[in-house]
């Protein structure tokens, strides 16, 4: 089992930024990548990015590449989400992914990201 825990939402003006954080805990040597998905109202949950662990190869949604920037700290089994250059279409709630041993997925509670114009 992996426990998730988000943190660093809030409201933003488009332009602005924000960081967000996930502490994993529990069976973080299983883990196999990281990840942050988003789901805004009336819309399917999309990836946004996501780190393998072996290699740290890194993978960003078309629509946030180049303004927002995953990274992991392997030792403390965290993963950070800096979210440069917002828009309003940025704001969803924000999950925190672990893909573990087997392919077992685990999810935090999410974080609100809110961007006004």
């Known amino acids: 089992q992996v426990q998730l825990l988000e943190s660093g939402g809030g409201l933003v003006q488009a332009g602005g930024s924000l960081r967000l954080s996930c502490a994993a805990s529990?069976?973080?040597?299983?883990?196999?990548?990281m990840g942050w998905y988003r789901q805004a109202p009336g819309k399917q949950r999309e990836l946004v990015a996501r780190?393998?662990?072996?290699?740290?190869?890194?993978t960003y949604a078309d629509s946030v590449r180049g303004r927002f920037t995953a990274s992991r700290d392997n030792a403390n089994a965290a993963l950070y989400l800096q979210m440069n250059s917002l828009k309003p279409d940025d704001t969803a709630v924000y999950y925190c992914n672990v893909v573990a041993r087997w392919g077992r997925q685990y999810w935090g509670q999410g974080t609100q990201v809110t961007v006004s114009s």
């Open positions: 780190i393998i662990t072996d290699g740290g190869s890194t």
């Open positions: 529990g069976s973080i040597g299983s883990i196999n990548a």
